[in-house]
């Protein structure tokens, strides 16, 4: 009887694996002599921000690897939800093989993300998360960890009699959402220390005039973290230019120029760092490897790491702070 069991089980097991395999095989016969056609919607496409820059980058290089034909739609502006779901709506209409996408919102972008699995197409998501699990592959940042590794260094360099204020990017968005989480997370007891929290929309000029008025009701603030690039820098424009950099501790998430030097200037205290290319490489070839039949849904963490003035300069650290310095 033992023996029966064991051979009906090996049986069941050995056709699983083969449909497995015959359903790769068709993926790959149907592809087999052209370009695959990827459509990637991003939040938005800024030449002034780095991120951005470097993840299209990595996601170009990937596609040219992999004689991938990478078409880009961007709407206007991170928050511009409206832009974007026209942006899905178009790819659509392409009828692609794989459409990636970068939600500027967990919920105002599902809709847009229901009708591309409707349509039959391939869904991979770079960077951040919807509120309902859609894609066949996430490929992001470890935002709440990130956001934590800020909450760690912030309570390890705390000034006495803290009071911390928090500039953020979009509001709803999941890298805004599981960063500020993270961060608190890391403050541990000192969370309570938190006076307000801001939204800057990804806007440079906003997040400066934001902070700006955020000191002028808590002049007591003596800890800042900004929660992307756009009100990183924005923060710390602010900071500088009210000559507070000696009186308010700052850290920043991203490696733009801006950043970097602003860090080297003592602006910032620390800076957590992602690695947008490899989002974009990877975002690229994780949708080939599904198309060609990998069906389970994956993610992928690209990574993230903090540095401080002390610790930039060491050699691994400039290779993550300049990738495509000789």
């Known amino acids: ?6 051979y009906v089980a090996f049986a069941v097991t050995l056709a699983a694996v083969i449909t497995v395999f015959i359903a790769a095989a068709i ?20 030449s002034a921000n780095d991120f951005w820059i470097s993840l ?3 996601a170009r290089m990937a596609a040219e690897e992999y004689d991938v034909d990478l078409t880009v739609l961007a709407p206007a502006s991170e928050d511009d939800y409206e832009g974007q779901i026209r ?12 459409i990636l996408l970068s939600p500027s919102s967990m919920t105002e972008i599902t809709d847009a993300a229901n009708d591309v699995v409707s349509a039959e197409i391939k869904l991979v998501l ?11 592959a996430l490929v992001s940042t470890d935002n709440y ?35 500020e989480a993270g961060f608190r997370e890391g403050l ?10 801001v939204f800057c929309d990804s806007d440079y000029d906003k997040a400066y005039r934001l902070t700006k008025e955020m000191i002028e009701q808590h002049p007591e603030i003596n800890m800042l973290a ?14 500088r230019d009210l000559g507070l950099s000696d009186t308010i501790r700052m850290i920043g998430f991203d490696s733009s120029q801006e950043e970097v030097q602003l860090l080297e200037a003592g602006v910032f205290d620390a800076i957590v760092i992602q690695k947008p290319f490899n989002m974009g490489y990877l975002g690229v070839e994780r949708t080939v490897e599904i198309l060609h039949g990998e069906l389970e849904p994956t993610i992928v963490d690209s990574g993230s790491k903090l540095i401080t003035k002390d610790n930039m300069y060491v050699e691994e650290n400039q290779k993550l702070l300049f990738p495509f310095a000789e």
């Open 1 to 6: 009887m033992k023996s029966s069991r064991r």
């Open 27 to 46: 993926q790959w016969e149907h592809y087999q002599g052209r370009k695959l056609r990827i459509v990637y919607v991003p939040k938005v496409e800024d």
């Open 56 to 58: 299209l980058e990595g």
């Open 87 to 98: 942006c899905v709506e178009e790819a659509i209409g392409m009828n692609p093989d794989a």
């Open 126 to 136: 770079i960077d951040s998360e919807l509120d309902e699990n859609l894609q066949s």
């Open 145 to 179: 960890e990130a956001g934590r590794k800020m909450g760690d260094y912030a309570k390890s360099h705390l000034p006495e009699d803290p009071v911390i204020g928090i500039v953020a990017h979009v509001e709803g968005s999941s890298t805004a959402i599981e960063r």
């Open 188 to 197: 541990g007891e000192y969370e309570d220390c938190i006076v307000e929290t």
């Open 226 to 239: 900004g929660l992307n690039e756009y009100s990183a820098v924005g923060a710390a424009r602010a900071v």
